[in-house]
């Protein structure tokens, strides 16, 4: 049976830099379905999902933290399918939940 679990380093624009989410998920292709086309997106996460995702998790400012935060994760959930991968978002965290709000208004 597949575990079907990563850990996730979610890089975001922001400002000048980048931003930064860890998490251990399970099913993180879901973040491209989209509900409204009833089809996968790889070019852009549904916002209201990855919102669902990502939304509890802490903001990290520097990328080797936010490796090192990755790999501790890993070593503590003992397995992950998919190891750990490092995912980039093409609009500012900030832009999705905002637009996840307009989405669950209209629904």
């Not at 980048?18 to 089809?39: P, S």
């Not at 991968?85 to 832009?95: E, G, H, L, S, V």
């Amino acid at each position: 049976m597949s575990a079907d679990n990563t850990i996730v380093v979610l890089t975001s624009p922001k400002d000048d830099g980048f931003e930064y989410r860890v998490l251990h998920c399970q099913a993180f292709e879901n973040i491209y379905w989209n509900n409204e086309k009833q089809e996968y997106d790889y070019d852009e996460p549904y916002a209201p999902t990855l919102i669902d995702y990502f939304e509890k998790c802490n903001v990290i400012k520097d990328y080797v933290e936010a490796m090192k935060i990755a790999d501790a994760l890993y070593v503590e959930t003992g397995y992950a399918e998919y190891g750990i991968n490092i995912k980039y978002i093409p609009r500012p965290f900030d832009w999705y939940r905002d637009h996840a709000q307009r989405i669950r208004k209209t629904v």
